[in-house]
């Protein structure tokens, strides 16, 4: 039988207002090493160029994470009559747990240099010398670890679990919609969240919302659409991030010329090792050392990758211009014969639509008043007329005004692909 702090711990949250924490294991969790690196690790990359509030932390989302699981098993009695109370502790570790294999400025230097954190987060909660795997197998047993790391992968055999962190409508969304839009000082990503609770059910083994709630999810999902809009495509955010990846770039072809007077060890080692870096040293690699990399780069003899990191601290941003696709397509041919120095000035982004499809793992299922299962999409007008819209791709090139044009005063796309040619 689960045993309960005799006082529980209280986090307090500006979107929650108290997490609350009652079970010793979750608590212990918390405490650990590895989840405590999450308070160096930004949510939201680089968008606090652009909104200067998101400096929220994966700590603070995974803890947001944890409270609304915790908020739907106590409030929701068709899922919680069905989880035994191994399978809620369960869930609330992997809802706890979902990210603790972020790297630093999370999602951008995972695409820079391609790997996963899902299966970064995977690897710490398996390695057998994490203090996380240690606390799952010692509080519980052996299995436990492996259940935890089965519903992060989405491979666990009741879907109640891995639904309730990984659809979509889970924690980990409805927690970062409300929280990245807090941070941000935006209205968009506010919704409903009690309501959707409310219509929360469960049919043929799978999380369901009755046919009530259906402006509830428009609502969230709406609400999703404007924040990929305004807030995680901004182009300051995006700029910011394309030049932590030209250092990137610039470090590794230095490297390979041997003509680096630092080691820059960690950020080699996972570029060289990726998921396969050891848990010890990965978890050792957080946004704190990557800013000590990039003033390292100031002391190097490149004078390219001394600009670079000038740059990055100074906040000295590309520009950017909306593109049409054959000029985005005239860029990469030209883009791929540049020179390397030429390449560090100038980026591409292709921009689509990743709030809703409304198919495949996207389907949001309705019971509706009758008891049938139908997708969102046939019961409502406005998810309807979402997924049948279609987003053409948006291109963006990313370049530096004082290189290509000393007036600034780049419109078009025009003056950049000459200057690339």
Same mark, same amino acid.
């Given at each position: 039988?689960?045993?309960?702090?005799? $006082?529980?711990?209280?986090?307090?949250?500006?979107?929650?207002?108290?997490?609350?924490?009652?079970?010793?294991?979750?608590?212990? @969790?918390? +405490?650990?090493?590895?989840?405590?690196?999450?308070?160096?690790?930004?949510?939201?990359?680089?968008?606090?160029?652009?909104?200067?509030?998101?400096?929220?932390?994966?700590?603070?989302?995974?803890?947001?994470?944890?409270?609304?699981?915790?908020?739907?098993?106590?409030?929701?009695?068709?899922?919680?009559?069905?989880?035994?109370?191994?399978?809620?502790?369960?869930?609330?570790? /992997?809802?706890?747990?979902?990210?603790?294999?972020?790297?630093?400025?999370?999602?951008?230097?995972?695409?820079?240099?391609?790997?996963?954190?899902?299966? !970064?987060?995977?690897?710490?909660?398996?390695?057998? $010398?994490?203090?996380?795997?240690?606390?799952?197998?010692?509080?519980?047993?052996?299995?436990?670890?492996?259940?935890?790391? /089965?519903?992060?992968?989405?491979?666990?055999?009741?879907?109640?679990?891995?639904?309730?962190?990984?659809?979509?409508?889970?924690?980990?969304? !409805?927690?970062?919609?409300? &929280?990245?839009?807090?941070?941000? #000082?935006?209205?968009?990503?506010?919704?409903?969240?009690?309501?959707?609770?409310?219509? !929360?059910?469960?049919?043929?083994?799978?999380?369901?919302?009755?046919?009530?709630?259906?402006?509830?999810?428009? +609502?969230?999902?709406?609400?999703?659409?404007?924040?990929?809009?305004?807030?995680?495509?901004?182009?300051? #955010? &995006?700029?910011? =991030?394309?030049?932590?990846?030209?250092?990137?770039?610039?470090?590794?072809?230095?490297?390979?010329?041997?003509?680096?007077?630092?080691?820059?060890?960690?950020?080699?080692?996972?570029?060289?090792?990726?998921?396969?870096?050891?848990?010890?040293?990965?978890?050792?690699?957080?946004?704190?050392?990557?800013?000590?990399?990039? &003033? !390292?780069?100031?002391?190097?003899?490149?004078?390219?990758?001394?600009?670079?990191?000038?740059?990055?601290?100074?906040? %000295?941003?590309?520009?950017?211009?909306?593109?049409?696709? =054959?000029?985005?397509? %005239?860029?990469?041919?030209?883009?791929?014969?540049?020179?390397?120095?030429?390449?560090?000035?100038?980026?591409?982004?292709?921009?689509?639509?990743?709030?809703?499809? #409304?198919? #495949? $793992?996207?389907?949001?299922?309705?019971?509706? &008043?009758?008891?049938?299962?139908?997708?969102?999409?046939?019961?409502? @007008?406005?998810?309807?007329?979402? %997924?049948?819209?279609?987003?053409? *791709?948006?291109?963006?090139?990313?370049?530096?005004?004082?290189?290509?044009? *000393?007036?600034?005063?780049?419109?078009?796309? $025009?003056?950049?692909?000459?200057? @690339?040619?």
């Amino acid at each position: 039988m689960t045993t309960y702090l005799t $006082d529980a711990k209280v986090f307090r949250d500006p979107i929650h207002n108290y997490i609350l924490v009652n079970e010793p294991l979750i608590w212990k @969790l918390i +405490n650990t090493y590895e989840f405590q690196r999450l308070h160096h690790i930004h949510q939201l990359g680089g968008t606090f160029q652009a909104f200067h509030g998101a400096e929220h932390t994966r700590f603070g989302h995974s803890l947001g994470v944890y409270e609304i699981v915790r908020q739907i098993l106590e409030k929701v009695e068709p899922i919680a009559e069905l989880l035994d109370e191994r399978e809620q502790l369960l869930v609330f570790s /992997a809802a706890l747990l979902h990210d603790v294999g972020h790297g630093p400025f999370s999602h951008a230097l995972e695409s820079i240099i391609g790997f996963s954190h899902e299966d !970064m987060s995977k690897k710490v909660i398996m390695d057998p $010398d994490s203090e996380v795997h240690q606390l799952l197998t010692s509080e519980m047993d052996e299995a436990f670890a492996d259940e935890v790391e /089965a519903i992060i992968a989405k491979r666990h055999p009741n879907q109640i679990l891995v639904e309730l962190i990984s659809g979509q409508v889970d924690a980990d969304r !409805m927690d970062y919609l409300a &929280r990245d839009a807090y941070f941000a #000082g935006v209205p968009y990503g506010n919704y409903d969240m009690t309501r959707i609770m409310r219509v !929360m059910r469960v049919a043929n083994g799978h999380i369901v919302f009755k046919e009530s709630g259906i402006h509830a999810l428009e +609502n969230y999902i709406m609400s999703r659409y404007h924040m990929y809009v305004q807030v995680y495509n901004h182009p300051a #955010g &995006r700029a910011y =991030e394309f030049l932590l990846e030209k250092i990137v770039q610039r470090l590794v072809l230095l490297r390979e010329q041997d003509e680096l007077s630092f080691d820059y060890p960690l950020l080699f080692e996972l570029y060289d090792q990726k998921a396969s870096m050891p848990v010890s040293r990965y978890i050792q690699f957080d946004e704190h050392v990557m800013f000590y990399y990039i &003033r !390292m780069c100031l002391n190097e003899t490149d004078i390219l990758l001394q600009d670079l990191a000038n740059r990055f601290l100074r906040r %000295q941003l590309l520009k950017y211009v909306d593109v049409s696709k =054959e000029e985005a397509e %005239q860029f990469e041919m030209l883009f791929a014969k540049a020179s390397a120095d030429k390449q560090m000035y100038a980026a591409i982004e292709k921009l689509e639509n990743q709030a809703f499809s #409304g198919t #495949g $793992d996207e389907t949001i299922t309705i019971e509706t &008043r009758n008891g049938e299962l139908v997708p969102l999409t046939e019961v409502s @007008l406005v998810m309807g007329a979402l %997924q049948e819209q279609t987003y053409a *791709a948006e291109y963006r090139i990313f370049y530096y005004p004082e290189i290509i044009d *000393a007036t600034k005063k780049v419109t078009s796309a $025009d003056k950049i692909l000459a200057w @690339l040619g």
